[in-house]
């Protein structure tokens, strides 16, 4: 089917070339619009260096004070982008004639934490330790993140927390960890001394997955350095009290689940405490204690502690307004323009917090998710231009800022919930984030011009034909598929906003230019973004959307693991 596709798309895009110019046409006389496939790859050129950085310096700013959700810096940074898609005439279809989509959210406020440790012995259990969590406060835990239930559960070791078939790893099988609490140390040792002795692709968000899946209450992390470090975390943590945090969509709160729906505790304990735990005599004991099971890491099982753990959270809960922002390109062709191609970014990003060294408080998000946000308002801007010569797409294109992504992908959940054009008619969802600078994976090779595609064949072999193709007459960007894989533990496939069409079984692609150094830091500026990338990725995203919007048929979803692993996710 890929390259049936693929030749058929080919011998298109040579006709039209040899029937019409590649150079945009004058105005067009007629009163029906051209449908053109190739006259429309000549609007690529709209999309530009200096349109990105103008835009950007401007949306990155330091007046829009990081673009946090529920702030009036939020809200400034949505009218900012209505204000452009209005100056480029596309329609508005949120409430009320608006380019808005109002949503609620339910946010807690934490006041305290108390934690009480109980010793059992046979059927009697005795309280050996009580603290407090607050503002003024620290206890000998520190909540990370987690939910506002009360959680009780009995306390099991279960080493480094994963499970590794390949490597003879298996720190969570032997256990029914079923509503316990999982401690586990801190950093798992993938690799020591050149040898691997855990899958690296195994990282933090997979081990919390792994424990979680089983039917956890929480899970505690003995710090990795010394034991300062549970001080460093536990007053950090102080500032969190009487905050804002832990948001909900409204409609869904059935309980007191975070952002994400994880309604346990994820916890550092004081290593002391976790010393007393594991039956050692000191502290001090904690580093050698860790080497050993390193050293013995195939041969270790969890164990159930003689210890039981409750966590009474003390909260309160406010509603926060919110919105995505949404702007209409109606397609020209009677019997297509009712199927909708839906391209997102998320606008928000994470606000005023923790300074730097430089004493900088504003998290920019220049990057995140700056560079694509803006470069949706340039492929918007190139489809305006288009249309102004009287050449536009069959299908329609709806443009999708969302926000509340910082908070667990809220705002595209809530666009996937109540959509403005049923899921049912929209065909493909392109969906952009961080696309402005280089990864360390790709700057020790010498490359730029690339970015990560995640979905397409994941879910629809046409889109990924699509896409290829699209490239080759446009950005000629490496389409790296490193972490396009279903069974990757990072799951990257469901940690962006193109999950939310995915799950409503809508073919996607992410295209994404991986992690760095200055993520989430106030950092991630506009003056380390490579506009000559961005530019490149976003004319492969323009020319990915024109082969979308004028293909005979949709994009069909026929990838049948996926359609397996993702059937309860709804």
Request: aromatic fraction near 8%.
């Amino acid at each position: 089917m890929k390259l049936h596709l693929q030749s058929v798309l080919i011998g298109l895009l040579i006709f039209t070339a040899s029937c019409a110019g590649s150079e945009p046409s004058s105005q067009n006389q007629s009163s029906e619009p051209i449908t053109d496939t190739e006259q429309l790859l000549g609007f690529q050129k709209e999309i530009s260096t200096d349109y990105l950085k103008s835009h950007l310096m401007a949306f990155a700013h330091d007046s829009m004070r990081g673009r946090e959700t529920g702030t009036p810096a939020e809200k400034k940074a949505a009218n900012f982008l209505a204000e452009e898609y209005e100056q480029l005439g596309l329609a508005p279809v949120g409430d009320n004639g608006s380019y808005f989509q109002s949503f609620n959210l339910n946010a807690s406020k934490s006041d305290s934490i108390v934690f009480k440790l109980y010793k059992k012995n046979d059927s009697t259990k005795v309280q050996v330790d009580r603290s407090v969590a607050s503002s003024d406060q620290t206890a000998n835990f520190a909540q990370l993140f987690g939910g506002t239930d009360t959680l009780k559960g009995q306390v099991v070791f279960a080493g480094f927390g994963v499970n590794d078939k390949e490597h003879d790893v298996a720190h969570l099988d032997g256990v029914d960890l079923k509503d316990k609490w999982v401690m586990v140390f801190q950093n798992t040792p993938n690799v020591v001394d050149g040898d691997t002795l855990i899958n690296p692709k195994i990282d933090a968000r997979a081990r919390f997955q792994m424990i979680m899946r089983q039917g956890a209450e929480g899970i505690l992390i003995i710090p990795a350095k010394e034991p300062r470090e549970f001080d460093v975390i536990a007053q950090k943590m102080q500032g969190s009290f009487g905050e804002v945090g832990r948001m909900r969509l409204a409609y869904r709160d059935k309980s007191g689940s975070s952002s994400s729906g994880f309604s346990g505790g994820y916890n550092v304990i004081n290593p002391a405490l976790a010393a007393k735990l594991l039956g050692l005599n000191s502290v001090e004991e904690i580093t050698g204690y860790r080497q050993k099971l390193v050293e013995n890491i195939t041969e270790f099982q969890p164990k159930e502690l003689s210890y039981e753990l409750t966590q009474i959270p003390y909260s309160s809960t406010e509603t926060i307004s919110s919105q995505n922002v949404l702007a209409f390109y109606e397609g020209a062709d009677p019997e297509l323009k009712d199927e909708v191609v839906v391209l997102t970014s998320h606008y928000d990003h994470v606000g005023i917090g923790e300074p730097d060294s430089t004493g900088d408080r504003i998290y920019n998000g220049a990057d995140d998710d700056g560079s694509g946000t803006i470069g949706l308002l340039n492929i918007a801007k190139a489809f305006a231009e288009a249309e102004r010569n009287g050449i536009k797409t069959k299908r329609s294109i709806l443009f999708l800022n969302v926000s509340a992504e910082e908070k667990g992908l809220l705002g595209s959940r809530y666009y996937s919930d109540h959509p403005v054009f049923s899921m049912e008619k929209t065909v493909a969802n392109l969906n952009t984030d961080m696309i402005g600078r280089v990864d360390s994976t790709h700057k020790s090779k010498g490359i730029e011009k690339y970015a990560y595609i995640i979905g397409a064949e994941l879910i629809s072999s046409d889109l990924d034909s699509l896409i290829k193709v699209a490239n080759q007459e446009s950005g000629q960007i490496k389409l790296n598929k490193r972490y396009n894989d279903l069974n990757d533990p990072q799951q990257f496939y469901r940690r962006s906003d193109h999950w939310h069409f995915g799950r409503k079984k809508v073919p996607f692609a992410f295209f994404f230019s991986g992690i760095h150094e200055d993520y989430h830091r106030p950092s991630d500026e506009v003056h380390k973004i490579r506009f000559e990338k961005m530019t490149s990725i976003l004319r492969t995203m323009y020319a990915t959307t024109v082969m979308i919007a004028n293909a005979d048929h949709a994009p069909a979803v026929d990838n049948q693991q996926f359609i397996e692993i993702t059937k309860s996710d709804n």
